[in-house]
Antibody, heavy 119, light 107 residues
Framework: EVQLVESGGGWVQPGGSLRLSCAAS????????MSWVRQAPGKGLEWVAN????????YYVGSVKGRFTISRDNAKNSLYLQMGSLRAEDTAVYFC????????????WGQGTLVTVSS | DIQMTQSPSSLSASVGDRVTITCRAS??????LGWYQQKPGKAPQRLIY???SLQSGVPSRFSGSGSGTDFTLTISSLQPEDFATYYC?????????FGQGTKVEIK
């Protein structure tokens, strides 16, 4: 059974940093692209970043470029999101999600981890 | 960036109703579109991929159509478990973009 479990969320002050992790199990992690998607409280979904199988390609939404870094450790079956220069508008539940073999997001998502940026 | 304009933002419907939700892309995205259902406090689940292909395990009352810029999600006979929020997602061009969502509520 495919499982994705996020961790690392919490409260941080504006300008601070936080690192999210996503532990994957139940499939061959290194064979799938991975994503981060976020959802601000009471708002819609926003795609944040994608990373290729070996980490050689990374893509970001414009609002996080230069502040967030997506990475992965295939030996540890883990995905990460290093978040810096955090702003109030980064407050959201952050989901990790797995691509399908067809190259899009399917139905394998984690339960999400809440990041709150506030003074 | 490609804008995905989803409508309506909310609707009220009764069990058994036919429901249609639309997404319009600001430029052509071929059929690189998925539809997702999200229930409160849960992660999204994909219903439709490649604009019109039914995800395995999803009831056949859900269907998708469209290509290029105009897309539709149809629920042929609304069931109690279908009350949720629905999103389209284009994955043709980075940055990927979701529609604003459609909340389907009980009339």
């Amino acid at each position: 059974e495919v499982q994705l479990v996020e961790s690392g969320g919490g409260w941080v002050q504006p300008g601070g940093s936080l690192r999210l992790s996503c532990a994957a199990s139940g499939y061959s992690f290194s064979r799938y692209w991975m994503s981060w998607v976020r959802q601000a409280p009471g708002k819609g979904l926003e795609w944040v970043a994608n990373i290729k199988l070996d980490g050689s390609e990374k893509y970001y939404v414009g609002s996080v470029k230069g502040r967030f870094t997506i990475s992965r450790d295939n030996a540890k079956n883990s995905l990460y999101l290093q978040m810096g220069s955090l702003r109030a508008e980064d407050t959201a539940v952050y989901f990790c999600a797995r691509f399908t073999s067809g190259g899009a997001l399917g139905s394998y998502w984690g339960q999400g981890t809440l990041v709150t940026v506030s003074s | 960036d490609i804008q995905m304009t989803q409508s309506p933002s909310s609707l009220s419907a009764s069990v058994g109703d036919r429901v249609t939700i639309t997404c319009r892309a600001s430029q052509g995205i071929r059929n690189d579109l998925g539809w997702y259902q999200q229930k409160p406090g849960k992660a999204p689940q994909r219903l439709i991929y490649a604009a019109s292909s039914l995800q395995s395990g999803v009831p056949s009352r859900f269907s998708g159509s469209g290509s290029g810029t105009d897309f539709t999600l149809t629920i042929s006979s609304l069931q109690p478990e279908d009350f949720a929020t629905y999103y389209c997602l284009q994955h043709n061009t980075y940055p990927w973009t979701f529609g604003q969502g459609t909340k389907v509520e009980i009339k």
